[in-house]
């Protein structure tokens, strides 16, 4: 099985440049023949600083603005809430670009054919390798290679330069930030850039930031030439790149990023590339192999541009198995222990003004992008969430206070570094009190892919409470009935047909704090703690408002059938399905007729979305097990308009929620989980007859192997942590007893009805 994205020719834009990342640092790997170009990322690199958006006139107007809702003056409601409820600022600030290392070839004709770029994603290194014509060399008597991997074992990213032909290298290199900051002119042996970040939207720039080039030279010479280094009748070059910024918490930015620097320089002196590249491959391995998928044989012959232009005829499947590990890639590359959570980008971001911020929007976006680990076998990439909601807990208590005068934390729709949790961007977008409550829920649900290890649980208990608490301070009692409701709310995003989206009571936030409600009371039953508090969680778990099904037959968004009269009946959010997927209070053999209706919603809806739109709807479909249809949307996904050349999802300009969504669909098409049971290939389209999938995660701690032909599982392996019994559904339905650590095999051919 073939890992590689690979092209004919270089980068011409970002979006067909490779990307290489280790949580930390980032770059984009364009691989042109005369001018090789690193766009680089440190994650911690913002703009802005330490800042706490509270608005003062938040509070003394939400009595109002409640009753304007319940009192269906939406328009009223609207202009009041854009007038007062907003933080301040109103928009957050911004992930950014750190650098540009250049490299400047003297001869730079390749061959023809001779040009392959690729990126293999077992190993995580990015390979360019060409023929150079010209300057008096035979055809392939100089074949140049670049290859570039970020590595996580030695938290840096490498870049070597070697020619076959000895003493016929020679460039210039030379580097660059869109940052205010210098170019430090030293020696020969390497480039420097030390630089401030961007103040934004009244907050000031607090960061100080470093990037330090090393550059090694084999043969030949270097020199210095104002800005650049200049190499000359070299056989190979080694570049080791590092980035570092005084951000320590996103309440400090003391730290010294000189420091930092030299800490880590002093540790690679010693290292050469080949022990580099093996300390680099082995921390890659131990994540990347995990989980290994065959979906049937493909075109691994084309370039992977061709591949996306081909998928739609159904004869490589092998693409969407490649998408499944470019996900897992790119998790791995920008979501580790330690480091900042993937943001709309990931960790890949040229723009001093990127869209949305490349940051971290929670209303669906942020919880996307973490759909895949679980199952795919990558638990570890959770970490920068659970450190991100331990954060939260913090700013979001303060916001909690001062803009609803409740306890526990919040976070609306976005996040950024600082952790600002406010509602931002406007009264249609930002007032949605449950972007935090999701986030819990979703941390929840990972406790159960971990089989709920106790120090886990109590790890994640301190914000789970805190958002519960939050969460009872401000519901509300909906006039004449029983109900509480939250109130000021939206579906995100959607406007309902009364000029605003302000509303009350939602059907995702009640779905939402139903998941909420019911994960704490399993998390303290499970501790043995806060009995009081849980009871009133449930207690008012029992007061949300219940599904509804319109007029349509559809699940409602809201609690009033206003579903057919938005002015957006085709919206890319689905919010009212979270409870179908990610959610599970809705399914086809536990709330069959909630299931007809949410089907119902989904195909009024429609399928076609951009990126993260098309992700969630695969998983929906998956989880309705409709295998044909899944896969024709995600035939939308893997299409030019949706993907890039290097397979980023297109947003346009480009988020990454759709790769991670996509991957995770693919994974949803062939394995189901509760903590009791699994279903194998739920949702298989005709077009993956035969394959296999090893490694795959499922609730209950589980992890499965299993093999299918025909369209019917053969045999599948069980491998549990504990003593427990499995269900396993398989087009027949059996029950193993698995023992802990011992892995049990099932044969499906031999086995009874
Ligand atoms: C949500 C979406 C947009 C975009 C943004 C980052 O607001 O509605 O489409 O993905 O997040």
């Not at 140049?144 to 290298?169: H, Y």
């Not at 449950?434 to 649900?445: E, P, R, V």
């Not at 536990?590 to 076609?608: H, K, N, Q």
Request: proline content about 6%.
């Amino acid at each position: 099985m073939t890992h590689e994205l690979w092209y004919k020719k270089p980068a011409t834009e970002w979006t067909d440049a490779l990307p290489v990342g280790n949580g930390r640092l980032g770059a984009m790997v364009h691989g042109g023949v005369g001018r090789e170009e690193l766009q680089l990322n440190e994650s911690t690199l913002w703009s802005g600083g330490p800042y706490q958006p509270t608005n003062p006139e938040a509070l003394p107007n939400l009595a109002e603005v409640r009753a304007l809702i319940l009192a269906g003056r939406f328009e009223d409601a609207h202009a009041l809430t854009q007038a007062h409820l907003l933080a301040k600022p109103y928009l957050q600030m911004s992930y950014q670009p750190a650098g540009n290392l250049f490299l400047d070839f003297t001869q730079h004709e390749a061959i023809a054919g001779s040009y392959r770029r690729q990126l293999d994603l077992a190993t995580g290194v990015a390979t360019t390798r060409y023929g150079l014509l010209g300057s008096g060399f035979e055809p392939d008597a100089a074949q140049f290679t670049r290859q570039v991997f970020a590595s996580a074992a030695d938290d840096l990213i490498v870049l070597k330069v070697s020619c076959s032909l000895p003493g016929a290298l020679a460039f210039e290199a030379w580097l660059d930030s869109p940052q205010e900051g210098e170019l430090l002119v030293g020696d020969a042996s390497g480039l420097s850039y030390r630089g401030r970040n961007f103040g934004k939207h009244g907050v000031p720039g607090q960061l100080s930031f470093g990037i330090d080039v090393h550059l090694r030279v084999e043969g030949g010479s270097v020199e210095r030439r104002g800005r650049r280094l200049v190499v000359r009748d070299a056989t190979s070059a080694l570049f080791l790149i590092d980035m570092a910024t005084s951000f320590t918490r996103f309440d400090d930015v003391s730290g010294d990023p000189e420091a930092r620097l030299a800490a880590r320089r002093s540790k690679l002196v010693a290292l050469d590339f080949d022990t580099l590249l093996a300390n680099h491959v082995a921390a890659h391995r131990a994540q990347f192999d995990r989980l290994d998928i065959d979906l049937g044989a493909g075109r691994s012959d084309l370039p992977t541009d061709e591949r996306i232009a081909n998928f739609a005829t159904g004869d490589d499947p092998a693409l969407a198995a490649l998408y499944v590990q470019y996900g897992r890639y790119l998790m791995i590359s920008s979501s580790r222990p330690g480091t900042q959570p993937t943001t709309l980008q990931g960790i890949w971001n040229k723009e001093t003004r990127p869209p949305w911020g490349s940051k971290y929007t929670a209303n669906i976006n942020l919880q996307m992008n973490y759909w895949l680990p679980d199952p795919a076998n990558l638990p570890d990439m959770m970490e920068p969430v659970i450190a991100l909601v331990e954060d939260l807990a913090i700013t979001g208590a303060e916001m909690a206070r001062a803009h609803y005068g409740a306890s526990g934390w919040v976070m609306h729709h976005n996040t950024d570094i600082w952790r600002a949790t406010g509602p931002v961007d406007g009264a249609a977008w930002g007032v949605w009190p449950t972007g935090g409550a999701w986030l819990m829920a979703q941390l929840w649900d990972h406790t159960r892919f971990e089989g709920r290890p106790e120090e886990l649980v109590r790890r994640l208990y301190g914000p789970l409470k805190g958002a519960v608490q939050f969460a009872l301070d401000i519901l509300v009692p909906l006039p004449g009935t029983d109900y509480l409701v939250t109130v000021p709310s939206i579906s995100p995003e959607n406007r309902h047909p009364f000029g605003s989206s302000l509303c009350a009571g939602p059907t995702m936030d009640n779905q939402i704090l139903r998941d909420l409600f019911a994960a704490f009371a399993e998390a303290a039953e499970q501790l043995g703690v806060d009995a009081e508090l849980s009871a009133a969680a449930l207690a008012a778990r029992q007061r949300l408002p219940e599904h509804r099904i319109g007029k349509e037959g559809q699940l409602q968004e809201w609690m009033d059938d206003w579903d057919m009269d938005v002015p957006e009946i085709h919206h890319r959010h689905v919010s009212h399905l979270y409870g179908l997927y990610p959610g599970d209070q809705i399914g086809l053999d536990t709330t069959p007729e909630l299931a007809a209706a949410a089907r119902r919603s989904l195909e009024i809806r429609g399928d076609e979305a951009t990126g993260w739109g098309i992700g969630w709807r695969i998983n929906l479909w998956a989880r309705l097990r409709e295998g044909e249809r899944a896969h024709a949307v995600l035939q939308l996904l893997l299409s030019p308009s949706r993907s890039y050349a290097n397979l980023f999802d297109a947003h346009p300009p480009f988020q990454i929620d759709g790769n991670f969504g996509g991957a995770a669909g693919i994974l949803e098409m062939l394995v189901q989980s509760t903590e009791d049971a699994v279903w194998l290939l739920p949702a298989l389209p005709a077009n993956w007859p035969k394959g296999t999938l090893r490694g795959v995660r499922a609730r209950g701690g589980v992890e499965l192997d299993f093999g299918w032909d025909n369209g019917e599982v053969g045999w599948v392996r069980v491998l549990s942590a504990r003593n427990r019994d499995i269900t396993v559904h398989a087009g027949r339905t059996i029950r193993l007893s698995a023992l802990a650590n011992e892995v049990m095999q099932h044969e499906f051919s031999a086995s009874q009805c």
